[in-house]
């Protein structure tokens, strides 16, 4: 028989055995109705970005950024009010994304996280109106080079770059998938559509642009060597298991499943491909989170890019990454605890010891925050380590209550302004108490709660964690805890003692005086972080209701 004729029966019999139709993806819409609707609101942001007037954007895409979260945020509650983050909470979409409790918490912190970060993403009152027009922090226009024609010319015809308000929504829909993504190529996926939206953010400052961009290339750079290290992770964890679903890598790990695949017969159950793989989607991970290691871009980022951005960067990437992260742990690798808790040990001690021991020496406001948001993540790292349920919800909570902190500490960073933007030099800052006392005491209320004052959201937050970690075996972990707390704690009030206790310069920076978005934004700062650390005990409830992941 020729070739040909070979091929073509070949062609045949695998025609007549082939299933008469594809089965079509079954998706439950109304489950991922958060993530659908703020994805849709940014596509819309585009189409308006492309046809609206250049006058109109502005206002139009803040009206759809705020109703579209706050549209998400209601679904959330919904979803949560129905039973999906108790009884009912299973794995939609084909099991590529997880619709339980911890999942729906986190995705409402975003959202309200998102909400707030846009007010301040929206304020145009600080600098002073460059040409008879409002301007806000971001750069007239992006793709002009610093300081040429272009960027003069852009600056006189008052133009605004208002693709940040779509951008902020898809980084958004992004950090929603990604704490709920229940397999590894929807967390990768997701990982990309939140990152890739926030480089473009980190560059597009309005005043410091050389700066900005290169905090841009830095974290893009650095991002691009994560994502690469998770996508290899993902690679080989398939190999090892032959399935990139949670759940299907679980049930080969504690050794449930023996129905081989012949293809992959070879590697399954290779526990170096395990080890390397889980390792490197770790990695992936630990950069997001901003954990030691991998903490190189923080304050280098956080300083670049414009302040709003930073808040929101700071707050929300937290949320979604350590949301990820303990759906990893807990979900897909708890038959490895031995092996990855001494790991994650050793990197939540350097993370809290680095973080606060480095930050003594900053003098830069931004960089100073950038470092105690890397010993938070050493604090939060410590309640993933207690591996019991007590952990999850700990964990939870601390990131609800520092989320809001970091916002309102980074809305106040913005106010503070001399003559070329913002004055984020500590020394600048000196005297501050007496010249405005009402953005000095709200500062201050702020660094007591990342110091961990009782009575502030953070004391509530870190003795969640700590006692969940202590009451997980993770003893010695919760001493090196309190002793950088208590190093922390050191250059926090050294920041109130300069702002209330010294001298203010004549040529200080002043306190611009903010629209109500940023007032709003500080506000509500304040307001979570009180609340949270007078009465915690409702939200803890709530986050120990939302504490138990579907398998």
């Known amino acids: 028989m020729s070739h040909a004729a070979s091929v073509h029966s070949l062609w045949t019999l695998a025609a007549a055995e082939a299933p008469k139709k594809i089965p079509g993806p079954h998706i439950e819409y109304a489950q991922l109705s958060p993530t659908l609707i703020v994805l849709g609101a940014a596509v819309l942001g585009i189409l308006a970005e492309a046809f609206l007037p250049r ?8 009206l759809l950024t705020v109703v579209g979260l706050a549209a998400a945020f209601s679904a959330v509650v919904a979803l949560a009010a129905s039973g999906y983050a108790s009884d009912k909470a299973h794995i939609a979409a084909m099991g590529a994304v997880a619709v339980d409790g911890p999942a729906l918490f986190l995705q409402g912190t975003v959202l309200l996280v998102g909400v707030v970060a846009v007010f301040t993403f929206a304020e145009r009152r600080l600098d002073p109106a460059a040409h008879g027009r409002p301007v806000d922090s971001f750069a007239a226009q992006a793709a002009a080079v610093p300081g040429g024609e272009a960027e003069r010319k852009a600056v006189r015809a008052g ?21 709920a993504a229940n397999d590894l190529l929807t967390l990768f996926v997701a990982l990309e559509v939140f990152s890739l939206p926030l480089y ?3 560059a597009l400052a309005r005043r410091q642009r050389l700066l900005s961009q290169e905090s841009a290339v830095k974290y893009f750079l650095l991002g691009a060597f994560s994502s690469a290290f998770l996508l290899f992770g993902v690679a080989l964890l398939y190999g090892y298991a032959g399935t990139v679903t949670y759940s299907g890598i679980a049930d080969v790990v504690s050794g449930a499943t023996r129905t081989l695949d012949p293809a992959l017969a070879g590697t399954m159950g290779n526990d170096a491909l395990l080890l390397i793989g889980g390792a490197l989607v770790l990695m992936g991970l630990l950069f997001k989170v901003g954990a030691v290691p991998f903490h190189m871009w923080t304050p280098d980022v956080y300083q670049g890019a414009p302040t709003p951005v930073t808040g929101f960067m700071a707050a929300a990437t937290k949320v979604a990454a350590f949301g990820a992260l303990l759906r990893l742990l ?3 690798l708890p038959g490895l ?4 808790r001494p790991v994650m040990w050793g990197v939540a001690i350097v993370t809290m010891l680095v973080g606060a021991i480095v930050a003594v020496t900053q003098t830069d406001v931004k960089r100073l925050l950038a470092y105690s ?9 410590a309640g993933v380590i207690a591996t019991t349920p007590d952990g999850i919800s700990s964990v939870l909570f601390y990131l609800a209550a520092y989320s809001f902190v970091t916002l309102g500490a980074f809305a106040v960073v913005t106010l503070v302004r001399d003559a070329g933007g913002e004055a984020t030099h500590l020394a600048k800052w000196a005297g501050l108490g007496r010249r405005s006392p ?6 201050a209320v702020f660094l007591l709660a990342f110091a961990g004052i009782p009575l502030t959201s953070g004391f509530a937050g870190k003795f969640a964690v700590f006692k969940a970690a202590a009451q997980g075996g993770a003893a010695p972990l919760v001493i090196v805890g309190v002793l950088s707390s208590a190093i922390a704690a050191f250059f926090y009030i050294r920041v109130i003692v300069l702002m209330f206790f010294s001298e203010p310069k004549a040529d200080g920076p002043t306190v611009a005086v903010p629209s109500p978005l940023t007032s709003t934004a500080i506000a509500v700062g304040v307001a979570v972080t009180v609340v949270l650390g007078v009465a915690p005990q409702y939200f803890l409830e709530l986050a120990g209701q939302a504490g138990t992941f579907v398998r």
């Open 55 to 62: 006058r109109a954007r502005y206002h139009a895409q803040l």
């Open 337 to 340: 605890r031995w092996d990855w």
């Open 438 to 443: 009402l953005v000095a005491a709200v500062f």
């Open 373 to 381: 948001s890397i010993a938070h993540a050493g604090f939060i790292l």
């Open 159 to 179: 133009l605004a770059t208002t693709e940040v308000f779509p951008l902020t929504l898809f980084a958004i829909g992004g950090m929603l998938v990604f704490p």
């Open 330 to 332: 807990y979900v897909v």
């Open 200 to 202: 473009v953010l980190c």
